[in-house]
C-alpha cells in the first residue's frame, strides 16, 4: 500500500447523552491509499456512517485522531476543518443534494465558484468532469429531466471537480436501480485509477463488491474484517459503462 491519502487513528466516538450514551466507534484504525476502490460495508447501525463523517470532517471523534496526507485534524477549528474538506475531500450522496434550478453544468461549477475561480475556469473544468462521467451532452439539462443515475453522476462531477485526493460516497447506488446502480460504481471505479486519489464507497448493497479493491467490514462499532478483493478492476472495466 502506498502512503494513504487518509488515515483513522484510534477513533472512538461516542453519541447520545446521559443513559442513552453509548459508544459507537471503538479504536478504529483505516488507511485509505491513493489508487484504490474500498467499500465499507455494515448493516444499519453498524458505525459506518458515523465514521463516514468523522474522516470527512463533519464530526470529530471522541478520542484519535483523522490524519489527511499526514497532517492531523485533531484540534483544528472549524473554519480549518471547512478548508480541509474544500481542499482535499469531495463527497457523494445517496440523494444527489443536486440544486434543481441549475443546470447539470452549473451543480459541478458551483464547487469551484466556493473556491473563488473564475466563470470561465470553472465552465470548462465543469464540462470536462461531465465529460469525465459520460454527460458531456446533458450539460445544460436540469436534475428533473435526468434519471437517477444521471443525476449521481452529476454529483460525483462536482465531487471531483475540485480535484480532492478522497472521495468519500455514502451509500452512492442505495437509490438506483442494479443497471444505473453499475453505471454509477463504473465511473467510480475509473475514478479510483488515479493513484493520487482514494475513494472510499460506504454500502450495505452486495452487487457492487466486485467492483472493490479492497472491502472492509464494520459491526457494531468494530472492523471485523479488511481484505483485497480479487479481479475488481477487470469487473469494472469490463463493465457497460455509463448508461441512463
Known amino acids: 500500500m502506498t502512503e494513504p491519502v487518509i488515515e483513522a487513528v484510534g477513533i472512538v466516538k461516542f453519541l447520545g447523552i446521559g443513559a442513552a450514551r453509548f459508544k459507537a466507534l471503538k479504536n478504529i484504525n483505516l488507511a485509505i491509499a491513493g489508487g484504490e476502490l474500498t467499500l465499507l460495508m455494515g448493516q444499519s447501525g453498524s458505525g459506518k456512517t458515523t465514521l463516514l463523517s468523522i474522516l470527512g470532517c463533519m464530526s470529530t471523534p471522541s ?17 480549518e476543518l471547512a478548508r480541509l ?29 466556493i473556491r473563488g475561480e473564475s466563470s470561465v475556469a470553472s465552465m470548462k473544468k465543469a464540462a470536462e ?10 450539460a445544460e439539462s436540469y436534475p428533473q429531466e435526468l ?3 444521471e443525476q449521481q453522476r452529476v454529483a460525483i462531477a462536482r465531487a471531483i471537480v475540485g480535484d480532492p485526493s478522497v472521495i468519500l460516497a455514502d451509500e452512492p447506488t442505495a437509490a438506483l436501480d442494479a443497471q444505473n446502480g453499475r453505471a454509477v460504481m463504473s465511473v467510480l471505479a475509473q475514478i479510483a ?9 460506504v ?16 459491526e457494531d462499532g468494530h472492523i471485523i474484517s479488511d481484505h483485497r478483493a480479487v479481479g475488481s478492476k477487470n469487473a469494472a472495466l469490463q463493465s457497460e459503462g455509463p448508461s441512463a
Open 203 to 218: 454500502t450495505h448493497d452486495p452487487r457492487i463488491v466486485e467492483f472493490a479493491d479492497r472491502i472492509v467490514s464494520i
Open 129 to 138: 468532469m461531465l465529460a469525465v462521467v459520460g454527460l458531456a451532452n446533458k
Open 147 to 149: 434519471s437517477g443515475g
Open 193 to 201: 485509477r488515479d493513484p493520487a486519489r482514494g475513494v472510499l464507497v
Open 63 to 79: 478520542t484519535g485522531m483523522v490524519r489527511i496526507h499526514g497532517h492531523s485534524t485533531s484540534g483544528r477549528k472549524p473554519g
Open 85 to 113: 474538506r474544500r481542499d482535499h475531500i469531495g463527497f457523494v450522496f445517496q440523494s444527489y443534494h443536486l440544486f434543481p434550478t441549475l443546470t447539470a453544468i452549473d451543480n459541478v461549477r458551483i464547487a469551484l465558484d
